[in-house]
Nanobody, 125 residues
Framework: QVRLVESGGGLVQAGGSLRLSCEASGRTSNNYKVGWFRQPPGKEREFVAAVTWIGGRTNYADSVEDRFTLSRDPVKNVVYLQMNSVNSEDTAVYLC??????????????????WGQGTQVTVSS
């Protein structure tokens, strides 16, 4: 069992930056991967980025490539999502999730085993 807690959301102006955190407590393994998803108002949940715990290999959605960056702190068991140059389309509830399946990062919500409660990010123009 693993518990995920997101933090760092809030109100940010277009063009600004924000850093989200996903703190995990519980078991990890060599197959452990953390993904970030977001759910804009009235829309389906969509993939943002993911990282493998071992090796730190990352994968980003095209919409955030070159603007968002993942990093992790193995000591604190935290994954960070640095969001730069945000725009109105980035407004959403951001959720982190854990995947223990074999293989690389995945982009579909159904592939993730555990989820946090989410943190709201609102971009103002």
């Amino acid at each position: 069992q693993v518990r995920l807690v997101e933090s760092g959301g809030g109100l940010v102006q277009a063009g600004g930056s924000l850093r989200l955190s996903c703190e995990a407590s519980g078991r990890t393994s060599n197959n452990y991967k953390v993904g970030w998803f977001r759910q804009p108002p009235g829309k389906e949940r969509e993939f943002v980025a993911a990282v493998t715990w071992i090796g730190g290999r990352t994968n980003y959605a095209d919409s955030v490539e070159d603007r968002f960056t993942l990093s992790r702190d193995p000591v604190k068991n935290v994954v960070y999502l640095q969001m730069n140059s945000v725009n109105s389309e980035d407004t959403a509830v951001y959720l982190c999730a854990a995947d223990y399946r074999l293989g690389g990062t995945r982009i579909y919500p159904a592939d993730y085993d555990y989820w946090g409660q989410g943190t709201q990010v609102t971009v103002s123009s």
